[in-house]
């Protein structure tokens, strides 16, 4: 048989092959292929193995692992947005595949903006007569997962969780040694949950596959359902803030949003799913929420303790390349918005130390930040605030002795305050908390009054 060769343009279906897990090693297996091609597989290691489960966990676990199979099988899907979606080996059922289809429409917003692609009406999951009864309570124990990313927001949702008492471990997903050294450093239970991508991917990255941004944090999620299932534990906690759910407006397409599968609707879409479908005592939420990018800022202001360890630099969490020099690159549009959304809640000494220059005393980065202004070019595609909040932050800054004189902020005051309406440049009413958010009650009115103090 001819060796099978990939071929963007050619390729008719993408195909979810199997799923499986084996509870001796705890490697879970995620199987796709393209037509008759070769397997792709993408394994999920967690550790804690040999898992013993009673049936209720065991059937839980499967349904968690096709959750998984399914959302995970966009990195692959990408690569040539066939026409037709198949299932080999199980059935799903409208629910299921309305979560999928929603997923990878908004998921894949900015890659379809970037390479030129309508998915709108075009991913369709196929239906079936899905098996296994609604998800019963499995008596899980009361501990939350805490997904640690290794920037700012998921450090401000572990200390409030501290604060409050509440049991908790500190899981990432993947090798990032910057995470690992973050994780550590919080002096708590950790989880080091393996993920390796099929191999063939990076293969056909190169030969001349669609590539772009997925919905990684709804996968990342997955990713420790599937883990919470099997250690037993009842609640996954993320960090995703109020203003993750705003996209980029793009003059004649509309919102295009980076960062969708940390937004509010993904939250609860995904949260409602894992409650009816896998397990009803099964908690996720994201613990921010309620919280602006600038409360998270002034939050995570309070205590130095992650200040030499912490990084929200995408740079440094590719899979692939070199690690950078530095934890903060100071170009890209996440350590600009860190930056700038630190300056208004903690000393200019200190912010000068973690990022080891002045952002906002360099005319080189004035694009950057006139992205993130909104100031004759539209917001980033990066998970930055709002751009209001960083015209607020700005504004603050031109207050400031210490601030006013770097020339961004110099800018900012001569060219681009003047042409705003100053009731908007307040930071005060962006540190309202919101009260849209699933975090269970009892928690978030203890939380409510740990972040009012
Ligand atoms: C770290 C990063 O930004 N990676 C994006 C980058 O990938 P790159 O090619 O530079 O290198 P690698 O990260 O090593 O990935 C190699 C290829 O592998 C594919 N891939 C990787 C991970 C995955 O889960 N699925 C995959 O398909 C992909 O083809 C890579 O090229 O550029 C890629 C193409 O634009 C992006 O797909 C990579 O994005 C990662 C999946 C990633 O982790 N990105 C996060 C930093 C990120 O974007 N977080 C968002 C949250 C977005 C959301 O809605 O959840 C955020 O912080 O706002
Ligand atoms: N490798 C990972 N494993 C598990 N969770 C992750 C991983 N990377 C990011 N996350 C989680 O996904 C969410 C979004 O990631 P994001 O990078 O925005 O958060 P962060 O790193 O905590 O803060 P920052 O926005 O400052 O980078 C957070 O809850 C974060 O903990």
Redesign the pocket.
């Known amino acids: 048989m001819s060796e099978w060769k990939f071929n963007r343009d050619a390729i008719r279906a993408f195909r979810f092959v199997r799923c499986g897990f084996d509870a001796a090693t705890g490697v879970a297996q995620l199987v796709y292929a393209f037509d008759d091609g070769p397997e792709m597989i993408e394994t999920v290691t967690v550790p804690g193995a040999p898992f013993v489960l009673d049936d209720a966990r065991a059937q839980a676990a499967e349904r968690a692992l096709r959750l998984l199979h399914l959302i995970a099988g966009v990195?692959y899907y990408?690569a040539a947005v066939p026409e037709e979606i198949r299932i080999d080996s199980y059935a799903i059922g409208a629910d299921t595949a309305a979560l999928i289809e929603l997923i990878y429409v908004n998921?894949l917003g900015e890659f379809a903006y970037r390479n030129g692609l309508n998915l709108h009406g075009k991913i369709r999951f196929p239906v079936g007569q899905e098996a296994g009864a609604k998800a019963p309570a499995l008596g899980l124990r009361e501990h939350a997962l805490v997904a640690i990313g290794g920037g700012k927001d998921s450090l401000v949702s572990i200390e409030a969780l501290r604060a409050l008492g509440v049991e908790q471990t500190v899981t990432w997903i993947g090798g990032s040694q910057l995470i690992r050294a973050c994780a550590e450093r919080t002096g708590l239970a950790t989880l080091n949950l393996g993920r390796t991508?099929a191999p063939q991917?990076?293969d056909y990255?190169r030969e001349g596959a669609w590539?772009?941004?997925?919905?990684?944090?709804?996968?990342n999620s997955a990713i420790m359902v599937f883990a919470a299932v099997l250690l037993g534990v009842d609640q996954v906690v993320f960090s995703n803030e109020r203003s993750a759910s705003y996209g980029s407006l793009i003059e004649g397409t509309g919102e295009v949003n980076?960062?969708?599968?940390?937004g509010w609707a993904c939250e609860q879409a995904f949260g409602e799913y894992v409650q009816r479908e896998v397990a009803s005592d099964l908690h996720y939420y994201s613990l921010l929420r309620p919280l602006s990018e600038l409360a998270v800022a002034r939050q995570f202001a309070k205590t130095d303790r992650y200040d030499s360890h912490f990084s929200s630099c995408?740079r440094n969490?590719?899979?692939?390349?070199e690690r950078p020099a530095s934890r903060w690159c100071g170009v890209c549009p996440k350590c600009h918005f860190v930056f700038l959304a630190l300056a208004p809640f903690m000393p200019k000494p200190r912010l000068m130390g973690i990022f080891g220059r002045n952002l906002l005393d360099d005319p080189a980065q004035t694009g950057g930040y006139d992205a993130l202004l909104e100031f004759q070019d539209h917001k980033p595609f990066?998970?930055v605030g709002e751009g209001r909040e960083s015209r607020a932050a700005m504004a603050a800054l031109a207050e400031r002795p210490e601030w006013r004189e770097d020339a961004l902020v110099k800018r900012f005051a001569r060219e681009i305050r003047p042409q705003l309406d100053a009731a908007e440049l307040r930071i005060e009413p962006l540190l309202a908390i919101d009260d849209e958010q699933r975090i269970p009650p009892a928690l978030w009115t203890r939380l409510r009054a740990h972040l009012a103090a």
């Open positions: 990195s990408k998921g991508l991917l990076f990255n590539n772009g941004h997925i919905p990684v944090t709804v996968l980076h960062q969708w599968s940390k995408n969490f590719h899979i692939l390349g990066e998970c």
